[in-house]
């Protein structure tokens, strides 16, 4: 039973480009946030998608966006990048009604 | 706004006891989770708390009060590999599963 898989593991981009960043749920699993882990610091949440659409959203501009497919995979886009997006992007997945999260090992995204 | 504290970095002795505290200022409560990480991997979920007390689950143990926006989580026997980061995180609304992190504990154990 694979667990959640994010891809791609590393990814190096320049100021201004736009990223999509892409996460599979464990198998079972109807829901996926998404967050944002600088260097030295907790994660912070990014985003929740349930049933295709966004349920929740944290203190992140509309740079960045998402999707859900009905195969309950999902992207996170983020458009015009800053060196501040430089950061290593979780996704954690979770079946409705319950509490636990599990997490993928990450995307490590660098700007330059 | 949200607040979570916890200590950034802690040292301790293979074999020996180690206590992480964290401290929650939140508009709401809704359980509190403790996750462990190691350097560039996914964090794991450790342990829940929802209601006041004290939660075993074998070396480790996490205790919850609410009225002092207060947790621990507790690692007995430590070994090497108990050298990760230590994340508290609180749910703060019973609908979906927003967690709000503290920044982290270091633990790092030695011989």
């Known amino acids: 039973d694979a667990g959640v898989t994010q891809s791609p593991t590393h990814l190096i981009k320049t100021r201004g480009q736009q990223v999509t960043l892409r996460c599979s749920p464990k198998?079972?699993?109807?829901?996926v946030s998404w967050y944002q882990q600088a260097l030295g610091q907790g994660p912070q949440f990014i985003f929740q998608?349930?049933?295709?659409?966004?349920?929740q959203r944290g203190n992140f501009p509309d740079r960045f966006s998402g999707h859900q497919f009905p195969n309950y995979s999902s992207e996170l886009n983020v458009n015009a990048l800053l060196l501040g997006d430089s950061a290593l992007y979780l996704c954690?997945?979770?079946?409705?009604?319950?509490?636990?999260?599990?997490f993928g090992s990450g995307t490590q995204l660098s700007v330059l | 706004g949200q607040n979570i504290d916890q200590p950034t970095e802690m040292t301790a002795t293979e074999g020996a006891i180690v206590q992480i505290n964290c401290t929650y200022q939140?508009?709401?409560?809704?359980?509190l989770f403790w996750y462990q990480q190691h350097a560039g991997e996914a964090p794991t979920f450790l342990s829940y708390?929802?209601?006041?007390g004290l939660e075993e689950k074998g070396r480790f143990s996490s205790f919850l009060s609410r009225s002092k926006g207060y947790s621990y989580l507790l690692l007995k026997e430590l070994q090497m590999k108990d050298s990760a980061s230590y994340l508290c995180?609180?749910?703060?609304?019973?609908?979906?599963?927003?967690?709000?992190f503290g920044g982290g504990t270091r633990l790092m154990v030695k011989p």
């Open positions: 708390n929802v209601l006041d």
């Open positions: 954690a997945s979770s079946s409705s009604g319950n509490e636990k999260l599990f």
């Open positions: 998608y349930y049933e295709e659409e966004e349920r």
């Open positions: 995180a609180v749910r703060d609304h019973p609908a979906g599963n927003m967690l709000t």
């Open positions: 198998s079972g699993h109807d829901t």
């Open positions: 939140t508009s709401g409560f809704n359980g």
